[in-house]
């Protein structure tokens, strides 16, 4: 906890102030594989959100994916109560990078197949993100024994119980920005075995 405050500080976020206190996470050979953020003074029961980075979704603001309206949905519910965690992962391209992630896109829109296809024709898993040492984290370095964990993703659930974690999933419903974004929501669910998350009119999951 000693790293957490020595990082608190004010972050302005539409109109409102957060107070932030930010830690390091590493994997098990002890690299930087992502950051905990800690929102407000969380305690057992808190929303958490666990994030693999996209960078077109995150930063970009691409229309094609859900990974950015997922994430502000969270910190809005994080926002909303004025305290929570977000966990954000390295983990770009469900942990196969950038690279990958964009030669996938590439396939996938020749040979007109899903990107999970996609993956398997260039020889690199579906999915190889793990969510064990965020979990982990929640534990050693929170003290937290309950949490509300927003995800459509039951892998995460998983990863959270197994660590002893008392786990109430928040599914996160949002609307495809495009057809694409409307097809991959489509794909996580059939193929990648996520949880029902389109709240499009007309299409309500």
């Known amino acids: 906890m000693?790293?957490?405050?020595?990082?608190?500080?004010?972050?302005?976020?539409?109109?409102?102030?957060?107070?932030?206190?930010?830690?390091?996470?590493?994997?098990?050979?002890?690299?930087?594989?992502?950051?905990?953020?800690?929102?407000?003074?969380?305690?057992n029961g808190c929303l958490v959100r666990i994030h693999s980075r996209c960078l077109y979704g995150d930063a970009l603001q691409s229309d094609d994916c859900d990974c950015g309206p997922e994430l502000e949905l969270a910190l809005d519910m994080i926002q909303a109560e004025e305290h929570g965690v977000l966990l954000y992962l390295e983990q770009?391209?469900?942990?196969?990078?950038?690279?990958?992630?964009?030669?996938?896109?590439?396939?996938a829109a020749e040979a007109d197949v899903d990107t999970f296809t996609s993956y398997r024709m260039l020889g690199h898993p579906i999915d190889s993100r793990c969510y064990r040492r965020a979990a982990e984290s929640l534990v050693k370095d929170l003290d937290l024994q309950s949490v509300r964990l927003m995800t459509n993703n039951p892998a995460k659930v998983e990863a959270a119980r197994a660590v002893g974690l008392e786990v109430r999933q928040v599914r996160l419903r949002t609307a495809p920005r495009s057809a694409r974004a409307l097809r991959y929501m489509r794909d996580k669910q059939q193929l990648g075995g996520h949880d029902p998350a389109i709240s499009e009119s007309g299409d309500r999951q």
Do not use: N
């Open 2 to 43: 000693k790293d957490l405050r020595a990082t608190a500080h004010s972050l302005s976020r539409k109109g409102q102030e957060l107070q932030v206190q930010v830690m390091e996470l590493r994997d098990d050979t002890e690299q930087v594989s992502g950051h905990l953020l800690l929102f407000g003074s969380p305690c």
């Open 92 to 107: 770009e391209g469900r942990g196969s990078g950038l690279v990958v992630k964009a030669m996938g896109l590439r396939l």
